[in-house]
């Protein structure tokens, strides 16, 4: 198959199973905030908001490096980081249990420390699955991989469904039943961890295959490559991790109003933040297909063209992704409650500055390909650390648009900086002045449509799928017109 069209195969692939995971997730919501009290939920909030951070350390950016070193020699590469990652997950739970009697009171969950316990558990073996799910990628089983990812979450939502629901109801008119048996109300919001356990169960029992690797033992030269490779991805995670929820995390804190009124701005905030999640989306599930496809292309003869080929139809595709959300908003606010519709201007920020970050990770190749992970890190750090700053800066004076606007410069200067970088150690001809165009040209789009809204009195679907066509019609035309060229040339 043509590499680009594998590309696009296994990125739609990999979509799907994110895009039906969090649609399935967000299902769950309803059913979770009528049947729980809001303080009741914010333990589920706060917990997976500490799961980013976990994802990072846990598994110690052993995926890249198996993908980096895997084609010296594979089966070593693969035992070694399963081998360093179940090492680290040991240890993570070690600790976990033998100081869950004093954690659970730091923080505050003195009644339920086995809470912690459940959600460790939860965070382990999902790290636990990560190199597998690596070898999957690596072997370009997008297939095998989605079907183990959608049966996870079609078994969480089964359990959800059972324990919180079902038995709930059982309990309640039925107590000697069998399900009845299976209901602690004193448990409450523990049996979504309970589910998410059993589910991460699940998974790694259908992961069994791929854990038969381990006989291959540990390649102690090997781990020192790998990690020597990796830790600066830690630092590139906890960086990331930082860029993507810390708005959210200090918001309360620095809005100057009241409590209830900076709840208020911050719940307005994630709410609009739920509609950039689409190109978040194609982001996340290009990660998953991209990485292996540039380690898999590495050294190819026309390996810089095509990465440069595929820059361009990212940037397309994303273009294509702000103007569908932005331009057809009309629709997509119905997503969110009316209240919190009052924030859609943070919106198409927000969306670039998605864009300007799956550029980044375009753009990443260059230290992910020539061992420079320090400075990839460095680029993360400063990333970050600009983050922080407009965050604590905006954030008092302009509210979230000035959360917005941070993460947009926070990006749009890593990708500056790593495209200035790659240039000097992994030059692949970019076409920047075609991907500038073709955002320029969106954002053209956008604004003269929202001006002609404005003029014409329209209704705004009208005018979006004016322009939507006018992107999609000039878009192909010149796609044509290139391929032409391209054919000619050679």
């Given at each position: 198959?043509?590499?680009?069209?594998?590309?696009?195969?296994?990125?739609?692939?990999?979509?799907?199973?994110?895009?039906?995971?969090?649609?399935?997730?967000?299902?769950?919501?309803?059913?979770?905030?009528?049947?729980?009290?809001?303080?009741?939920?914010?333990?589920?909030?706060?917990?997976?908001?500490?799961?980013?951070?976990?994802?990072?350390?846990?598994?110690?950016?052993?995926?890249?490096?198996?993908?980096?070193?895997?084609?010296?020699?594979?089966?070593?590469?693969?035992?070694?980081?399963?081998?360093?990652?179940?090492?680290?997950?040991?240890?993570?739970?070690?600790?976990?249990?033998?100081?869950?009697?004093?954690?659970?009171?730091?923080?505050?969950?003195?009644?339920?420390?086995?809470?912690?316990?459940?959600?460790?558990?939860?965070?382990?073996?999902?790290?636990?699955?990560?190199?597998?799910?690596?070898?999957?990628?690596?072997?370009?089983?997008?297939?095998?991989?989605?079907?183990?990812?959608?049966?996870?979450?079609?078994?969480?939502?089964?359990?959800?469904?059972?324990?919180?629901?079902?038995?709930?109801?059982?309990?309640?008119?039925?107590?000697?039943?069998?399900?009845?048996?299976?209901?602690?109300?004193?448990?409450?919001?523990?049996?979504?961890?309970?589910?998410?356990?059993?589910?991460?169960?699940?998974?790694?029992?259908?992961?069994?295959?791929?854990?038969?690797?381990?006989?291959?033992?540990?390649?102690?030269?090997?781990?020192?490559?790998?990690?020597?490779?990796?830790?600066?991805?830690?630092?590139?995670?906890?960086?990331?991790?930082?860029?993507?929820?810390?708005?959210?995390?200090?918001?309360?804190?620095?809005?100057?109003?009241?409590?209830?009124?900076?709840?208020?701005?911050?719940?307005?905030?994630?709410?609009?933040?739920?509609?950039?999640?689409?190109?978040?989306?194609?982001?996340?599930?290009?990660?998953?297909?991209?990485?292996?496809?540039?380690?898999?292309?590495?050294?190819?003869?026309?390996?810089?063209?095509?990465y440069a080929d595929v820059m361009r139809y990212f940037v397309i595709f994303c273009v294509f992704v702000f103007l569908l959300v932005t331009l057809y908003l009309d629709v997509f606010k119905y997503f969110i409650g009316e209240p919190f519709r009052v924030g859609l201007g943070v919106v198409p920020i927000l969306l670039l500055?998605?864009?300007?970050?799956?550029?980044?990770?375009?753009?990443?190749?260059?230290?992910?390909?020539?061992?420079?992970?320090?400075?990839?890190?460095?680029?993360?750090?400063?990333?970050?650390?600009?983050?922080?700053?407009?965050?604590?800066?905006?954030?008092?004076?302009?509210?979230?648009?000035?959360?917005?606007?941070?993460?947009?410069?926070?990006?749009?200067?890593?990708?500056?900086?790593?495209?200035?970088?790659?240039?000097r150690y992994y030059p692949v001809r970019y076409d920047l002045k075609e991907v500038s165009g073709f955002i320029l040209f969106g954002l053209a789009i956008y604004f003269a449509n929202s001006r002609a809204v404005q003029l014409c009195g329209w209704h705004p679907l009208v005018t979006g799928s004016l322009s939507m066509a006018?992107?999609?019609?000039?878009?192909?035309?010149?796609?044509?017109?290139?391929?032409?060229?391209?054919a000619r040339s050679e």
């Open positions: 198959m043509n590499p680009l069209k594998q590309l696009a195969s296994q990125t739609a692939v990999y979509g799907l199973s994110s895009i039906l995971g969090r649609f399935i997730n967000y299902l769950l919501v309803p059913l979770y905030t009528y049947l729980f009290t809001p303080a009741e939920y914010g333990v589920v909030s706060e917990f997976y908001a500490y799961a980013g951070f976990f994802a990072v350390v846990l598994v110690c950016g052993l995926e890249t490096g198996y993908f980096r070193f895997r084609a010296a020699a594979e089966d070593k590469t693969y035992s070694t980081a399963l081998y360093c990652v179940l090492l680290i997950d040991s240890v993570f739970l070690s600790v976990l249990y033998a100081g869950s009697d004093w954690l659970a009171p730091a923080l505050q969950y003195q009644s339920h420390p086995e809470y912690l316990v459940w959600f460790g558990s939860i965070l382990a073996l999902d790290a636990a699955a990560a190199i597998p799910f690596a070898r999957l990628r690596a072997e370009n089983q997008a297939l095998r991989f989605a079907a183990i990812k959608i049966a996870e979450i079609l078994v969480a939502v089964a359990l959800n469904l059972y324990l919180i629901v079902y038995c709930r109801h059982a309990f309640e008119t039925s107590p000697d039943s069998f399900s009845a048996r299976w209901y602690d109300p004193n448990v409450g919001i523990g049996y979504i961890f309970i589910a998410n356990l059993i589910a991460s169960v699940f998974k790694v029992i259908l992961l069994l295959p791929q854990l038969s690797g381990l006989k291959a033992g540990v390649d102690f030269g090997m781990l020192a490559r790998l990690l020597r490779y990796s830790l600066p991805m830690v630092v590139i995670g906890l960086a990331g991790a930082v860029n993507e929820t810390l708005d959210r995390a200090i918001m309360k804190a620095l809005l100057p109003y009241d409590l209830q009124t900076n709840l208020h701005m911050l719940g307005v905030y994630g709410a609009c933040y739920k509609l950039s999640i689409l190109m978040s989306l194609f982001i996340q599930a290009f990660r998953y297909a991209g990485e292996p496809f540039f380690f898999a292309q590495a050294g190819k003869k026309e390996s810089a063209r095509l500055a998605n864009l300007f970050l799956g550029i980044y990770v375009n753009l990443s190749v260059w230290y992910k390909l020539t061992d420079r992970t320090g400075l990839g890190a460095l680029v993360a750090l400063i990333g970050a650390g600009i983050a922080v700053a407009l965050n604590v800066w905006w954030i008092p004076i302009f509210g979230y648009l000035g959360s917005a606007w941070a993460h947009l410069i926070c990006y749009f200067v890593m990708c500056a900086l790593s495209y200035s970088l790659s240039r006018v992107f999609l019609s000039v878009t192909l035309m010149l796609e044509m017109l290139r391929r032409r060229f391209r």
